[in-house]
């Protein structure tokens, strides 16, 4: 579920909410309208959390050897950073 999910959910509750003017005995639309657009927010706001959440890292190793000693020397350095990279 994503962004995309809760904008259709939002809208399709503000459709059933408002634009339609049906009456069916057996359910009320205009609180299923009203709860689809509840779930749409709230779906939306839980994603855009989880995106906000994302990160990226990045883990570079170096291998060498020491020219003095001649020994063998490994770098690992790992970042992380809050920009989403797609």
Do not use: C, K
Not at 7 to 35: K, M, R
Not at 51 to 70: C, Q
Request: charge should be negative; glycine fraction near 12%; charged fraction near 20%.
């Amino acid at each position: 579920m994503g962004i995309g999910t809760g904008i259709f959910l939002f809208v399709v509750g503000a459709i059933l909410a408002f634009a339609l003017n049906v009456e069916v005995s057996w359910i009320d639309l205009d609180l299923v309208g009203y709860l689809l657009m509840g779930a749409g927010i709230v779906v939306a706001i839980i994603s855009g959390i989880l995106l906000a959440r994302r990160r990226h890292s990045v883990t570079t190793v170096r291998s060498g050897t020491d020219p003095v000693d001649g020994e063998r020397v490994t770098e690992q350095r790992t970042s992380s950073t809050d920009d989403v990279e797609r």
